[in-house]
């Protein structure tokens, strides 16, 4: 399971629990206050296996590979996902809660008819691929 990381000065880099600095300036993460999204692009026929940009409260998080899965750490509060594709920007951008209470929030990815529209929706532990 990658885990993406956002530093303090934009770079956005994977890493694993225990990193605490970024791979790119050293600068230290602020991981206190944080829990994270995992998000899982679902599997897509070839044409359309070309990877989604993820955008959390309109910042760029990335992209994600057909059938990939990453937990993006963000700090506590209430969220904006939205997704983008080489064939199209039309995403229905949901928004979920992070809290101490529940730290772990779950999506998944995938287009809707006709390739026209990402759709990303809540999902449980159990949808999630293995760690």
């Known amino acids: 399971m990658k885990i993406r990381y956002k530093c303090s000065q934009g770079h956005v880099f994977n890493g694993d629990e225990n990193t605490k600095v970024c791979q790119q300036c050293g600068q230290p993460l602020a ?16 044409g359309m296996a070309v990877g989604m940009g993820i955008y959390i409260d309109g910042e760029p998080f990335g992209h994600l590979a057909n059938k990939e899965s990453v937990r993006i750490v963000l ?3 209430t969220h904006t996902v939205h997704m983008t ?7 229905n951008d949901p ?23 990402i759709i990303v929706e809540p999902a449980r532990p159990e949808e999630m691929p293995p760690v």
């Open 75 to 77: 700090p506590f509060g």
């Open 31 to 46: 991981t206190e206050g944080c829990g994270a999204l995992q998000l899982y692009r679902m599997g897509n026929m070839m």
């Open 95 to 117: 928004q979920f809660t992070i809290t101490p209470e529940a730290p772990l929030a779950f999506m998944k990815a995938h287009f809707g008819a006709m390739g026209f529209k």
């Open 85 to 91: 594709h080489t064939s199209t920007r039309n995403c």
